[in-house]
């Protein structure tokens, strides 16, 4: 009898926690789809890795990882279009264009999508929270102090981006032009902003037109995994290294060889494995009700620790690591 009792409880509460969970909305088996600026960059499928880690620890996600083949907001649009006939649960969105994807993310969340954005920001009326992997005023004024260093403050510098309206490089690039505008810079100047769309040759194109039109170039920051790399290579080929310094932002395990051979002294990154993985995490906390995605709330994200929502609901994560000889090693191994 005290056996049946026994169980009978167990099945009761069983019930109850159900109730309890369906009642305050907690979804099983829930599809987050990651939607990257363009599929066939490393730097977004170490974000992808970072998103299946964070399915596997949280269970009950489907990762869908998706992206288009050029970096375009339109291309973007039609897979965020076809993300809502299939009705998913969430979207982490890394966004090619500030403004352009706002209407379609703004549907998405009015039939009930989750949307966030991550590494490339979305404006605030087109998601719910935007995760940056580091402050842009730092990542900005940053890489300009880390030429400089490396050009003794003197001489032309050009920039080399990815698409022209990417959000965060442009953000970046705003904050660069900022911190130029300090004395100790008044020997360096901005002659060029030139956009290799993320795509390795036309990477690779515009840096040699760089080295073409401006015959006295000191330097060059490349903000863009994949600018950085396809610059490094420009640089060995046209025999400029070490007569043009070149920083920016790379991944290791793509800028090893030229960090070792002095084509590029110094870069920074942050880990983007832990962008993926947080950015996956929070759509699934927002989703089940667990976060609200108010500004001043602070997330608990895993294994990353805390994030506080900032104002516009932006939450930035850290500052990103910088590399060089000594280190290069053992970050190239991860990532
Ligand atoms: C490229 C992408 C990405 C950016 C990195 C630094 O891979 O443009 O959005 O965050 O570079």
Not at 220 to 238: M, R, W
Not at 247 to 260: A, C, F, N, V
Not at 293 to 299: T, Y
Request: aromatic share 8%; glycine share 10%; with cysteine.
């Amino acid at each position: 009898m005290k056996r049946i009792k026994f169980l009978l409880g167990v099945i009761l509460i069983v019930i109850l926690v159900s109730a309890i969970a369906t009642f305050a909305g907690a979804k099983e088996n829930v599809r987050i789809a990651m939607v990257v600026k363009m599929i066939g960059n490393a730097f977004f499928e170490a974000c992808r890795d970072g998103g299946l880690e964070a399915a596997e620890e949280l269970g009950g996600i489907e990762l869908i990882f998706q992206g288009p083949t050029t970096s375009t907001a339109e291309a973007q649009i039609e897979i965020i279009d076809s993300l809502i006939a299939q009705k998913v649960d969430a979207m982490v969105i890394s966004s090619n264009d500030v403004d352009a994807l706002v209407p379609i993310c703004k549907r998405a969340m009015k039939s009930g999508i989750t949307v966030i954005s991550f590494d490339s920001g979305i404006a605030p009326e087109g998601r719910i929270l935007h995760l940056a992997p580091s402050g842009s005023e730092f990542i900005g004024r940053s890489q300009v102090k880390m030429l400089a260093n490396l050009i003794d403050y003197k001489g032309e510098i050009a920039i080399l981006s990815a698409t022209s309206t990417a959000t965060n490089q442009n953000e970046w690039i705003e904050w660069m032009k900022e911190e130029l505008k300090e004395p100790a810079y008044k020997d360096m100047k901005l002659v060029a902003v030139v956009y290799g769309d993320d795509l390795s040759d036309k990477s690779y194109r515009e840096a040699m037109g760089l080295f073409k039109s401006y015959p006295d170039l000191r330097g060059i920051i490349s903000p863009t995994t994949v600018g950085i790399a396809a610059t490094g290579k420009a640089l060995e080929d046209a025999g400029k290294s070490g007569k043009i310094e070149l920083t920016g932002l790379g991944l290791p395990s793509e800028m090893k060889q030229y960090i070792k051979n002095g084509t590029c002294r110094q870069m920074s990154l942050w880990n983007p494995i832990d962008l993926g993985y947080s950015s996956t995490y929070i759509a699934y906390k927002l989703l089940q009700g667990e976060f609200q995605g108010k500004e001043g709330e602070v997330m608990k994200v895993g294994r990353m620790g805390e994030i506080k929502i900032g104002s516009n609901n932006i939450a930035v994560m850290s500052e990103p690591y910088v590399f060089n000889k000594d280190n290069i090693d053992k970050f190239a191994a991860i990532y």
